[in-house]
């Protein structure tokens, strides 16, 4: 989500990453160093992630809430736990 002066103001470069992956690659991949090069010399850049959480309801048994919702969560977490420090920053801030 991003930032109130985000929204107000707007960007100079936004930034976007469309891979429907992204919620099952592990911590590590190549992709996060990506993002982590955007946090590192674009830094005040807005980016803009696009993926598919739909990949998180096929793989939930049928012990845990299986709506959109929950998926598009977990998808939150997923993409913030794998993340490196600065591109964490980022979403911290709301770019």
Same mark, same amino acid.
């Given at each position: %989500?991003?930032?109130?002066?985000?929204?107000?103001?707007? +960007?100079?470069?936004?930034?976007?990453?469309? @891979?429907? #992956?992204?919620?099952?690659?592990?911590?590590?991949?190549?992709?996060?160093?990506?993002?982590?090069?955007?946090?590192?010399?674009?830094? %005040?850049?807005?980016?803009?992630?696009?993926?598919?959480? +739909?990949?998180?309801?096929?793989?939930?048994? @049928?012990? #845990?809430?299986?709506?959109?919702?929950?998926?598009?969560?977990?998808?939150?977490?997923?993409?913030?736990?794998?993340?490196?420090?600065?591109?964490?920053?980022?979403?911290?801030?709301?770019?």
């Amino acid at each position: %989500t991003y930032s109130t002066s985000v929204m107000k103001q707007g +960007c100079n470069l936004t930034v976007v990453l469309m @891979d429907p #992956r992204l919620p099952i690659l592990p911590a590590g991949d190549p992709t996060w160093f990506s993002l982590e090069s955007i946090a590192a010399y674009a830094s %005040t850049a807005c980016v803009l992630l696009q993926t598919s959480y +739909c990949i998180i309801q096929d793989s939930e048994d @049928d012990s #845990r809430d299986n709506t959109d919702e929950s998926a598009q969560e977990q998808v939150v977490e997923i993409i913030y736990e794998h993340s490196l420090p600065l591109f964490r920053r980022m979403i911290e801030q709301g770019q």
